[in-house]
């Protein structure tokens, strides 16, 4: 037995025996003796060179079978001829370990022809002499350098040929198994036009046509960064199944930037580093291959710990070969991948557009949200846009639509902040690798893409779509389609939006008219009426009837206030105007999808003519997330929104006959509303009503120079 250098560590009985009977010394040819030193030491014999090349291999591990030499031996009492077997040991885990040399007497070729002996020969074993053939008459014991010799040269030459011809084909269908190996990894890669299957294919055959423990491909993105890895072997770690690599890729990182294929030995990384389950901080062996596609890296083929310890120069050749086809196979996939998004983004343009024209909606926004969802199978979809100094969620589709709707951002720190100012696309791919990152309260996406809502040259929001984490990150010709179902969905919109300004103006004019005879009739009998009965209140004197009249004059007083407030709603411009009580009723008309109802609006004093402009922003606001905080938490199914102004204090009050308002789990909102009351000397309070609800009462004064 040899170890991996060739040096005999064991020898059984038998070859002890034929040592003692045949004279010779184990020192020399025993353990610690190097075998491969014994057969250098023959000089030119090519029995002894192709012997030292059979263990040589063996020693290698490329001997796939034993192989056998017939070997010449001149000891006494032997048929002159042996077998010399040779294989490959192997250790527990399947690597090479050494070699086993065995010799067996042939007895059916006849005597050798006695020759001079080579060095090499009294190191080799064979089956040990009986006493009864050392006894045999004629026979002498030979020193340990005259036991074996050799036929002539020709005959060993001719020999040493048909050898290396059967090894030689040996090799041959060893190649043209690998051959056959590689081209169904080929023909498995090239059968699937989808992205993800290609990829998982292209790993998997990897691994089995090098015998590697592991493979992993990481695909590059937009930053030629590994973004993800797609594996085979050993259970992955614990993590998203395309989960991103850490930021410090070590090694990996260095691997990227090699323009051609790298072997390494005893490499110092760990296999958690390409998402491997286990504590190891080193591997044997590693095989990196680059794939290429059009000229440009796609990413990077890892082939980790070798099945027979180390991968060989034929190894790099197989990967080489199957990276290039990959490559080819991956192009194709993503020319079928563009055709396929670019086709559902026409589709769902398409329909977008006539739903829009269609005018059959009542939140058309909804409707280009859904639409964007569907062309770029994200998981959730948003309409932003600004309010003062903050970024607001006002409308979410899809995954996290509960936690992400009216989330306040400030716009200061906000990703959206390039969209929303300057008009700039964005893509984001790896949105959880962000310096300012909450892991408490971001939410959990992978990627983000967001472009520009225009009316003309005017940023009126941002369309905002994001996958969440395990699923594969945007690419530029996400945004590309994005910014292009946009802009016909704009268009759409302010088709749909003249349209309706029409039908709107239309409305208006009948409810002029509507509003015209009930201030020219209606108010006027009801107020001489009221008159009427208030004169009758000093010319009765039970007091049973005062009361009552008084009442009924107090009732007559609020009718005709509720119907001014009628008329003014009436009379009212298309979505609002410049005067306080317009935009405070068309906040009241924005929140009617959210809350399912339209809430009860009450003004009382000159509003639009006493309250500064600055403050009566601050009221349409308070108005606004107060009917925002109803129709997301109270489940209402009626609300009064009552403004007035008396002196110089302005009052909003919000009452819902909802469950309460409970223990919030944002308060930023709430904030906003306490701050903006105490910027003009006021205050705010929300309590639950007696009968249930929540009430708030937002009070502020007005600055008089």
Request: hydrophobic content about 40%; aromatic content about 4%; proline content about 6%.
């Amino acid at each position: 037995m040899l170890d991996r250098d060739g040096v005999v560590v064991a020898v059984n009985e038998a070859w002890q025996a034929f040592c003692r009977d045949n004279a010779g010394d184990l020192t020399g040819c025993g353990p610690g003796a190097n075998y491969l030193e014994v057969c250098t030491a023959a000089g030119d014999d090519p029995v002894a060179r192709h012997a030292a090349s059979m263990v040589r291999k063996a020693l290698r591990g490329d001997l796939q079978a034993p192989a056998t030499l017939l070997t010449p031996c001149a000891a006494p009492g032997t048929s002159g001829w042996f077998d010399m077997e040779v294989a490959s040991r192997q250790a527990p885990d399947g690597t090479c370990d050494g070699a086993v040399v065995s010799f067996s007497e042939r007895v059916d070729l006849g005597a050798a022809r006695s020759r001079d002996v080579l060095p090499w020969a009294a190191a080799q074993p064979a089956t040990p002499a009986t006493p009864a053939r050392q006894a045999r008459e004629g026979t002498t014991v030979a020193s340990s350098r005259e036991l074996l010799t050799f036929p002539d040269v020709p005959r060993l030459e001719l020999e040493e040929s048909i050898v290396q011809l059967t090894e030689r084909a040996t090799d041959v269908l060893q190649a043209q198994g690998r051959l056959r190996e590689l081209l169904r990894a080929n023909a498995l890669v090239t059968a699937d036009l989808k992205l993800e299957v290609v990829l998982r294919r292209v790993v998997h055959a990897g691994r089995d046509l090098v015998g590697a423990r592991y493979a992993a491909l990481g695909v590059l993105g937009e930053d030629c960064v590994v973004d993800r890895f797609v594996r085979a072997g050993s259970p992955p770690a614990p993590v998203e199944p395309l989960s991103p690599p850490p930021a410090d890729a070590g090694i990996l990182g260095l691997l990227i930037e090699e323009p051609g294929p790298v072997r390494l030995r005893e490499v110092a990384i760990a296999p958690s580093s390409l998402g491997f389950a286990g504590s190891q901080t080193e591997v044997s062996s590693l095989l990196a291959v680059p794939i290429r596609v059009r000229g440009a890296a796609f990413g990077y083929f890892y082939l980790v710990e070798s099945g027979r310890g180390e991968f060989s120069d034929e190894d790099e050749q197989l990967i080489t070969s199957l990276a290039r086809t990959a490559a080819v196979a991956i192009e194709n996939a993503k020319l079928y991948e563009d055709s396929e998004r670019r086709r559902r983004w026409q589709s769902v343009t398409t329909d977008a557009t006539q739903s829009l024209f269609a005018g059959d909606h009542d939140r058309p926004m909804g409707v280009v949200l859904q639409g964007a969802m569907v062309g770029a199978e994200a998981d959730l979809a948003s309409f932003a846009d600004l309010d003062e100094d903050d970024v607001v969620a006002e409308l979410v589709e899809g995954e996290l639509a509960e936690v992400l709707a009216g989330r306040h951002v400030p716009i200061a720190r906000s990703i959206l902040r390039p969209v929303l100012e300057q008009g700039a696309p964005l893509l984001v791919e790896n949105y959880g690798r962000r310096e300012d990152i909450d892991e408490i309260t971001d939410p959990p996406i992978t990627s983000m893409i967001a472009v520009p809502l225009m009316r003309g040259q005017l940023v009126v929001g941002a369309i905002v779509l994001a996958r969440l984490q395990g699923r594969r990150p945007f690419d530029r010709t996400d945004v590309e389609q994005l910014e292009a179902y946009v802009g016909h969905a704009g268009v759409a919109l302010e088709l749909n939006q003249s349209r309706a300004d029409q039908a709107a103006l239309a409305v208006l004019r009948e409810h002029q008219r509507i509003a015209a005879d009930l201030h020219d009739h209606v108010i006027q009998e009801l107020f001489a009426t009221g008159m009427a009965m208030q004169g009758m209140v000093h010319r009765t004197h039970d007091p049973d009837n005062q009361a009552k009249l008084v009442e009924f004059v107090d009732a007559i007083d609020a009718t005709i206030r509720r119907i001014r407030t009628t008329i003014f709603r009436l009379n009212r411009a298309p979505y609002g105007g410049g005067s306080l009580k317009e935009r405070l009723l068309s906040v009241v008309e924005d929140a009617r999808p959210a809350l399912g109802f339209t809430a009860h609006a009450e003004f009382s004093g000159p509003l639009d003519q006493a309250v500064p402009d600055e403050l009566a922003d601050h009221v349409v606001a308070v108005a606004r997330e107060a009917l925002s905080n109803a129709a997301r938490h109270s489940g209402a199914t009626s609300v009064r929104l009552l403004v007035q102004l008396s002196g110089d204090t302005v009052t909003l009050d919000a009452i819902d006959d909802g469950r309460g308002i409970g223990e919030p789990t944002r308060s930023s909102g709430l904030a906003n509303l306490e701050r903006r009351a105490r910027d003009h000397h006021g205050s705010m309070e929300v309590t639950q009503p007696a009968k249930g609800g929540t009430h708030l009462h937002w009070v502020a004064r007005i600055e008089r120079p």
